[in-house]
């Protein structure tokens, strides 16, 4: 079936370190690939997205690359601030059951300043 | 342009009891997704729409959840009887087309007590 499986949280940062969350996923034919990000008591905002292989999605100083191979998309950021605390969350969208998205269990990132 | 809007933010009922949440999605999106979130966990997918016509609702507990989205554009998710375990965020989004992101609403916090 189709899943997704990101790194286990909290993960607690300084401000300026490098932040990767892992993301790896199974699913039926070709997504697309999404992260979220949750702030505390927002709802889900998208924060960018890639839609072939290759492709590098963009967005705030986040980037994550759809690697088909290894069938993963980690999402990276060179230099976190306390802003970008929040719950993070690796979504592909299944285009064979109606284009919907399948969301891991979410990254808990807290910076610390 | 205006969000998904959702009402109401917040709902307390005893179990047993019934509950209604409201969506109203962006003008001119043909499809919409409620989404469960019980916390700590990512969303799942209960109900997702194309127009006023159901694409999947694999995940609905049909014996009590039912939803419905008249003239394809809003929509309510209703729970009847409520159970402890459905203390959760209903969250409701819409999207363009395939390809594309969603954009949620800020979802209904219902407690069930």
């Known amino acids: 079936g189709n899943s997704v499986t990101q790194m286990e949280g909290p993960v607690t940062l300084s401000e300026e370190a490098f932040l990767t969350i892992n993301c790896t996923y199974t699913?039926?034919?070709?997504?697309?690939l999404f992260w979220y990000v949750q702030y505390p008591g927002e709802g889900l905002q998208l924060l960018l997205k890639a839609t072939k292989a290759d492709d590098k999605g963009s967005n705030k100083g986040f980037e994550a690359t759809y690697r088909k191979e290894t069938t993963s998309f980690h999402l990276e950021k060179g230099s976190v601030q306390v802003s970008d605390s929040a719950v993070y969350f690796c979504?592909?969208?299944?285009?064979?059951?109606?284009?919907?998205?399948?969301f891991g269990q979410g990254t808990e990132l807290s910076v610390k300043p | 342009e205006a969000g998904v809007a959702q009402s109401p933010r917040y709902k307390i009922i005893e179990k047993r009891q019934s509950v209604a949440f409201w969506c109203n999605p962006i003008?001119?999106?043909?499809?919409l997704y409620w989404y469960q979130q019980i916390l700590g966990q990512g969303p799942k997918l209960l109900i997702q729409f194309q127009n006023n016509g159901v694409v999947d609702d694999s995940q609905l507990p049909k014996d009590r959840f039912s939803a419905e989205r008249l003239k394809g554009v809003d929509s309510t998710l209703k729970i009847q009887p409520a159970k402890l375990e459905d203390s959760a965020v209903y969250l409701c989004a819409s999207s363009p087309g395939r390809g594309d992101g969603y954009t949620f609403g800020s979802g209904t916090r219902l407690t069930v007590v």
């Open positions: 699913a039926t034919g070709y997504p697309s």
């Open positions: 979504a592909p969208m299944i285009y064979n059951q109606g284009g919907k998205l399948i």
């Open positions: 003008s001119g999106h043909a499809t």
